[in-house]
């Protein structure tokens, strides 16, 4: 019998304290509906607000790219250390084991490789297997000031749409052609076209000289791609000074798959992004966690 007299004599209604309403913790995202902001949450550690995602999507247009020849021998060890897997929905329904609680992000433009112009993407993944899927935010490729600059903001703006029916973010990439400047001015461009026009987030890289500008001129989170392989020390201090300058975290992929300690090099990265740590200290991190597993 339904205890109706629970219901109705309940005591603590706590009638002197007013409902608290929480502002959403991430940059620009307090609007959005309450799916969109759960998905962000999981990308983006409430605690630091920053994000150490892990980019292992590289071979939708570069094939077995060196450090990604055997995702789940190489890559799938590095799983425990990120906040969210950005990868293709064939590497993530045939390798990424279903179990996993980490938040994913689905590569969903494609259509070119290294052999052609690059810029030449469509989208490549109906929002439908997104929501199968069940990700966390979708990645969009937009190159401002390529060849196909109009047809690659349209697909970012097409996924921010059927996105926004299912609650689920669109992050859009800026990619560079290979000819052009890569500066803070073309940066700032580039990033407040995709915030303007509706990306819930976005990852460009970090420039050295005002990078600051390009976080301030950018009303969303900002996470910066690795970029090509460098030297330990260098790469921790890029993530440092571009979490010190307003980035939300990393989208990491070849500084730390293609090191020679990947697993001591993704927890130094997140030691940076999520604790502050300086590069130097971030370093002997990374030293002693090399060792270790040496
Ligand atoms: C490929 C991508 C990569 O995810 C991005 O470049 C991050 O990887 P890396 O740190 O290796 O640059 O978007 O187009």
Redesign the pocket.
Known sequence: MADTDGTTEAKEFHTDIPQTSEAFFLKGSNSLDWGMKNRLGRIFNPESGRTVML????G??MGSTTGLERIDVNILPLEPYADTL?LTRGILRSIVPARTQKSIVL?VTGGTSILKELSNESLAVDIEDAVRLNVSAM?V?VFVGGEYERETITNMTRMVDMGTRYGIPTMA?T?VGKDMVRDAKYFRLATRICAELGSHYI?TYYVPKDFETVTAACPVPIVI????KQPVPDALNMAYRAVQEGAAG???????FQDDAPIAMIQAVRAVVHEDLAPDKAFEMYNDLAGQTA
């Open positions: 980019a292992i999507d590289h939708y247009f950005m590569r990645a490729q990439v990619a990852k791609a690795g970029g090509k990393v989208d990491m992929g070849r500084n730390i």
